[in-house]
């Protein structure tokens, strides 16, 4: 079975990993490229104990790519800043966010049913921001989800998570729906894309989604920004408290390589570090 998985997989990634869309960001070169997956997969691996060999890389990085060399010094940083410690907000934004469209809420989307219809995990994560929206009206919101609905293709997560917010009295030309993305890497580059090209007033970027999935999310939107050369930073979160599942920095080093430009070798690091619940095919029976 795992061998099918892993076919199934390599199906996926031929199919639907689209090419990284253009950005301000220098492209890496080869050496560049391999430095920057071999620093993530050793601070995905030992954390603050890679701190040397981080720096040994980035000092590689800097002979052979120096302009990228400065923005994944600033992304590793964050990194660390995340994982040190990231203050969760449950249930609703906090005071003190921007009263203004300069704030925008990104929603992660979640696996839909195989009909579908939305599971639970994304209902709750939709009050969230239901909650959050309406304690900041002036907010932009990005619904952030591609098409994962087994029985059912036309069906998107950020399709049914905006139709949800509308039902429920939000405006709908406070929405924006990303319906492209099939992993978290992709939310953050395709949400940047459209916020780019639609509200490039936007400087201020809440994360909302179920609390294992905030650190990753916060550490993914903040790199691309930081690729990006973005005017936008991500200033706080909200989450769903979820009875289970969790994200390892490992799953999170896979998505930084990722946001590098090779989707191939970030889905080979989430098959092998995948530990989150109910999501196929990772866990097809």
Known sequence: MKKAVSLLLCLMAALFFLPRPAVAAEALSPEGQETVEEMAVYYGSYGAEATQAVERLLK???????VPAGKWEKIMELWQNVQAG???NEGILPDGLAETNELCLVVLGFQLNPDGSMREELVERLKVALASAN???NARIVCTGGGTASNEPSATEAGRMADWLVENGIAPERIIVEDKSLTTAQNAIYTFELLEALDPQVRQIAIISSDYHIET???LFGAEAILRDSGAEIVSNAAWHAPSGSLPAMFQAGALIELSGNAETAFSI????????????LHAE
């Open 60 to 66: 590689r990085l800097r002979v052979t790519d120096p």
């Open 86 to 88: 990231l203050t969760l």
């Open 135 to 137: 304690k900041y009206p």
């Open 217 to 219: 999310g916060t550490l």
């Open 270 to 281: 989430y098959y092998d570090t995948y530990d989150i619940h109910e999501l196929p095919p």
